[in-house]
């Protein structure tokens, strides 16, 4: 991840290929320079954070002694009776499944106006562009904030919250595998006569339906670890009761709260692999249940797949009304795909999860009279957070949007070792042991599943108040995101090279440095600075348990009603995230 | 792009963390006790009121400590009491202001603290407040904390004394029983009582400053948008506690600065400031205190039996 990359080769270390002349380096063009020193810059302002922010081994030696008094004071771990766990849990899931639906039906409209191929006109795509990034960079604690103004409190702030706040992910990762589409089946309705619409639900929808349940699924995950957030502004809940048992200093009942959470995320992990598998035959799930090296069909994680259609041609996948006339117009070909078995689990199962969507809603309130009530009050609450306003602390606010630059720059840095490591280690076609790939996945997801939040009030209570709790939860947390987008992208890598070392006798490390990293390296390039984006965010949401930075002060902002403040911190955060946003594509187009 | 160097440059980048934080002095207190005399004071506080002015507010207490003791004073601001506690639990903080509750807790779930001064609004007043029982200007419905039964309520935050514990010792001898209302968390007394006016709550807690006079002069209610159905007895004010890590020395002259020079008069005397610009925090200054003076918190807490009074226990 740096500029050495972009070095001409002053000896010829590589082995030589086959006798061509051809050039095998490109040779280092100004983008590419350009871009590897943004890379370095960044690189460089990590290290300076970490070091500014004090974060080395005497702080964490100094820490140990804390922690252990803390451990000490979470056990034994005291669990609330069971049936008011489980309410809280249901109290809970509901709304998280519920805002997650929100986000999928709010998602796939502007997705479809955001993506290149789909959009009206220009104008209208850079609309939706906005639309996607601002709702990413407005954290969901403000649109909960901004919620409860108009809802109250109750289920429905935490549903609207989420599901606007999720569309910021949601509609961009389908967007994009929009974009990604083969663009044959379109071509091939257009050339039929079929109109925009029918292309988009013929031709468009079903090869982006995988991705888009995927993308859903995970944002599920993401949300129930963001309910915790949402229970510290008084979202009810598992959170709230977490944030109540935080307050009071009650530790056992906290952690034992937290470890109910992290059970649950591995349960929701399990379960949206058995839905994927089941509801998307035609996409293999995970490489883990293939021998990688037979192993075609990609993972459809974070990052979206391309479709099945790609690599099945002539064979489309079921679900996708292809007008298929092979030039033989002797046999009327059957155009919808046939009730077997596995249709007609899969309709059982989308029918379950409908089912859960309509309960789940049902559980947090959403009604239309709040929806009318709602509509109301919508337009007052956006006048209390216009115009932006500093309420004359113009500058504590930049010290504090450094500080919080600084956390998230750090907690990066802090988190990408373990994360690229673990990440190799858990990719099946690296370590190619599935044992052993599969055993590291579950320490990713160990990981991932601990909210940040969590992380945080944990390290405040270990190593005080201040920064250096919200950089090593955030590098904590980077862990688990990172470390699961970095398998993931080396286990995409196309097995056409890797077979091709093989047959030729490379070992496993050949194999790994010479045909997967140099193929993955861009993509978890990416991803790390999407890991920067996302630790942007969140490092602004950890003011909410003393971990400094600008969160703080868009929290008490909201507490004490000066809501123009709010707007003003998140249009500085949404700068920033902009900017990384920028660099990040910028890269992407440089590399790929 | 030469490819061999590539992994090794991947290698060298990821390395790089680790190497940078294996050296480097703690950004964590030590937990050596009563020996300590360090270069930089963190002070942790809770803004009670306007967040965004609190730097401002403690401007000149700062700059007096800073004088007084020649180190360097860093505020640390907090959301809530709990993230206090732990501060001054972990030695971060050598400093924090406390309110009468969480002081209390904090003292009782072991932390070392020593109280050095309490806080007092007016010139030769009374240390203490009051919390105020409040609803809407216009509600009929409410006249007395009987009244609040099955209404939304607004505290300020599980461990503000005014703004929970003595409410809930109220509402007890009003004869409310636990969840024969529902309980809001505001997070803070501006917001508790700002909540109230703006209707979120059907009724709720402050206290009387807040009330009576912080949210008029900032303009954000109006006299008459709150009335006030309720009185606590009279709280014990916020004290300020210094980490018992502290030299014996340190912690007596931090108590001197405190209790003689903290207060508008001298900090006006001295050009530290202007005006009403020497109210800390809309206070005038601090006042001698001692453990005895709390006792009183502690016997509202064995009436209400909360489980925050047992932090840590």
Known sequence: ?592 | MSRPLRPSALAAATLLPLVLTACGSSAAGDSSSGKEDPSTLTMAIIPSEDANSTAQHYKPLVKLIEDETGKKVVLQKATNYAAVIEAQRAHKAQIAVYGPLSYVVAKKSGVGVEPIARQLLTKGGTPGYWSYGITRGGNKDISGLSDFKSHKVCFVDENSTSGYLYPRAGLKKAGLKDGSYSKVMAGGHDASALSVAHGDCDAGFADNTMVDQLLIQKGKLKKGDLKVVWKSPLIPSSPVGVSTDLSGTLRRQLTDVFTKKANADYLKSKGYCEGDGCFIYGYWGYVPVKDSDYQTVRDVCATTGDPQCKAGS
């Open chain 1, 1 to 592: 991840m740096s500029a050495i990359d972009q070095r001409p080769p002053l000896t010829p270390t590589a082995e030589p290929g086959p006798t061509t002349a051809r050039r095998t380096l490109a040779r280092p063009s100004v983008p590419g320079v350009a871009a590897g020193l943004a890379l370095l810059i960044c690189l460089a302002s990590g290290v300076w954070a970490i070091t500014g922010l004090r974060l080395n081994i005497a702080t964490l030696v100094d820490s140990a002694g804390n922690a252990v008094d803390f451990s000490s004071r979470m056990l034994p771990l005291d669990f609330p009776p069971a049936p008011e766990l489980l309410g809280l849990l249901w109290q809970t899931l509901a709304v998280v499944i519920a805002g997650t639906a929100l986000s999928v039906v709010l998602s796939v409209p502007v997705a479809l106006l955001a993506a290149r191929n789909t959009t009206l006109n220009t104008p209208c795509r850079v609309m939706a562009r906005a639309v996607i990034v601002l709702c990413r960079a407005v954290p969901d604690v403000v649109f909960a904030i901004a919620a409860f103004r108009v809802f109250g409190l109750g289920g429905m702030t935490g549903v609207v919250a989420l599901g606007v706040h999720s569309v910021g992910m949601v509609g961009k990762l389908t967007a994009d595998a929009v974009e990604q589409i083969d663009e044959g089946p379109r071509t091939a309705l257009r050339a039929a006569g079929a109109g925009r619409l029918q292309q988009i639900t013929g031709a468009v929808l079903p090869q982006v339906l995988p991705s888009l349940v995927a993308t859903a699924l995970h944002r599920l995950d993401i949300n129930l670890r963001v309910s915790v957030v949402l229970g510290f502004v008084g979202v009810g809940g598992i959170g709230y009761s977490l944030a109540t048992a935080v307050n009071r200093l009650d530790y056992q009942r906290a952690m034992a709260l937290a470890l109910v959470v992290l059970l649950t995320c591995f349960a929701f992990e399990s379960v949206s692999g058995a839905v994927r598998r089941t509801l998307l035959p035609e996409v293999t799930t995970r490489s883990r249940h293939s021998r990688w090296r037979g192993w075609a069909a990609r993972n459809p994680g974070v990052k979206a797949a391309p479709p099945a259609v790609a690599r099945a041609p002539g064979h489309p996948p079921a679900g996708t009304a292809v007008a298929g006339d092979d030039g033989t117009a002797a046999v009327r070909p059957r155009t919808s795909p046939p009730w077997n078995g596995a249709r007609v689990r899969r309709t059982v199962w989308l029918a379950l999860a409908l089912a859960l969507v309509v309960a789940s809603a049902v559980r947090s309130g959403v009604s239309w009279q709040a929806l009318t009530r709602a509509t109301g009050s919508f337009l007052p609450t956006l006048g209390d957070f216009l115009p932006p306003g500093t309420a004359g602390t113009g500058g504590t606010l930049l010290d504090d949007l450094w500080v919080t630059l600084q956390i998230s720059l750090a907690g990066t840095l802090v988190g990408l070792v373990p994360a690229v490591l673990l990440g190799v280690l858990a990719a099946g076609n690296v370590v190619g042991s599935p044992r052993v790939a599969r055993f590291f996945r579950t320490v990713i997801l160990c990981v991932r599943g601990v909210p940040e939040l969590i992380l945080a009030i944990v390290l405040v209570v270990v190593t005080g108040l201040g920064p250096v709790a919200g950089a090593l939860a955030l590098g904590i947390g980077s862990i688990g995101l990172l470390g699961k987008l970095v398998a993931d992208s080396l286990e995409e890598v196309e097995p056409g090279p890797v077979r091709a070392l093989l047959a030729t006798g490379a070992r496993r490390r050949q194999v790994f440095f010479g045909a997967i990293l140099p193929r993955a390296w861009p993509a978890v390039l990416g991803h790390v600075l999407y890991q920067l984006d996302v630790n942007i965010r969140s490092a602004t949401l950890l003011g909410i348990v003393g971990a400094g930075g600008i969160g703080y002060d868009l929290l008490n902002a909201a507490r004490v009603l000066e809501f123009g403040v709010v707007t003003t911190v998140v249009l500085m955060v949404l700068a920033v995230v902009l900017l990384v946003e920028g660099l990040a594509v910028w890269v992407r187009k440089v590399y790929a």
